[in-house]
């Protein structure tokens, strides 16, 4: 079966398709990607997963098509990110309201 392993920072995205037998976890995908390598100062093993969005444990059993997601520690809570854009007049769309609105 072919899955994907996903991870991404600010400045890089990182995305490996690997091929496992049957009955592989999230942790062989993990391993089998190459990710520790292409990422050696992160703690990849104390990182949370999620399988297409939804968290996960490293134990779950995959299935073909699946995108295994290492998940790293967000820099600002996106609630707090839209409260600050929006005492500058602005919203997460990157662009001010048009004047007069």
């Known amino acids: 079966m072919r899955v994907e392993v996903i991870f991404a920072l600010p400045s890089r995205q990182e ?6 037998i049957t009955g ?8 089998s990607s ?3 390598k292409e990422f050696p100062d992160f703690d990849l093993d104390a ?6 969005g939804k968290p996960a444990t490293r134990r779950r059993k995959l299935v073909d098509g699946d995108r295994v997601e ?3 520690q967000l820099e600002i ?6 409260r600050e854009l929006a005492r500058g007049g602005r ?11």
């Not at 990182?47 to 297409?52: F, S, V």
């Not at 809570?77 to 839209?82: F, G």
């Open 77 to 82: 809570d996106p609630r707090d990110a839209r």
């Open 24 to 31: 592989s976890t999230a942790a062989d995908a993990i391993e």
């Open 47 to 52: 990182m949370p997963i999620a399988i297409w």
């Open 91 to 101: 919203h997460m769309g990157g662009s001010t309201p048009a004047e007069g609105s």
């Open 70 to 72: 290492i998940l790293r």
């Open 15 to 20: 995305l490996v398709e690997v091929d496992l």
């Open 34 to 36: 190459g990710m520790r």
